[in-house]
């Protein structure tokens, strides 16, 4: 059976692995077996993608990530330079957890900076930011900006991505796209 994807001769891809149509998978990255990448995943150098991920369409990973058991990330995510994923809360090397992995759900459009790292358990909404080097403890609301670490919200960006301003009605408009969105208590939605 052709592929209809494109691997790098020094990538590793193991059998039962599912592989989305015009995906890109670069130098020195390791596919394992009964993971899922769906079509057109740009997967960059030196990238890990463990048993049982499961990523959407069009998901870009940058340089130097380890995506582990457990995490699940929608259609058209971003995962910056070196950001981090973890799957076990407590981890001991004498201690087996294979079993206790904890399941990180990154939504649709969410984009994650560099050298972030998201510890696992929490999911993270549609179109969040987390900025570059944030730590993430808890879960993170739809279209929220975080930062820091331990990461916290300072404010809400647009599908598009741009910070948005609301006025005195929670009304916001993106410059740049014209999409407007509603603040209704905390809990941004596009209109």
């Known amino acids: 059976m052709d592929k209809n994807y494109f691997a790098h001769e020094t990538a590793v891809i193991d059998d039962n692995c599912k592989i989305g149509d015009g995906v890109k998978i ?11 990448i769906g079509e057109n995943c740009n997967i960059g150098q030196n990238v890990v ?20 058991t457990g995490v ?8 910056g330079p070196s950001m981090v994923f973890t799957n076990v809360t407590n981890p001991r090397s004498a201690v ?15 984009s994650i900076g560099a050298n972030a790292t998201i510890v696992c358990g929490h999911d993270i909404g549609e179109f969040a930011f987390i900025g570059a080097g944030a730590v993430v403890t808890k879960t993170v609301p739809a279209y929220a900006l975080v ?25 916001a408009i993106c410059e740049e796209s014209k999409e407007k969105y509603i603040l209704e208590g905390e809990v941004v939605s596009k209109i």
């Open 72 to 79: 699940i990330c929608e259609d058209d995510v971003f995962l």
């Open 96 to 110: 087996v957890r294979r079993g206790e992995y904890a399941r990180t759900l990154v939504k649709k459009g969410v």
């Open 26 to 36: 670069w130098h020195f990255s390791h596919i394992m077996s009964r993971c899922e």
């Open 147 to 171: 930062v820091g670490n331990p990461a916290k919200q300072i404010g809400w960006m647009s599908e598009y991505g741009q910070r948005l301003n609301f006025d005195k009605d929670g009304i």
């Open 49 to 68: 993608v463990s048993p049982e991920v499961i990523l959407g369409k069009n998901v870009k990973i940058q340089n130097n990530v380890s995506i582990y």
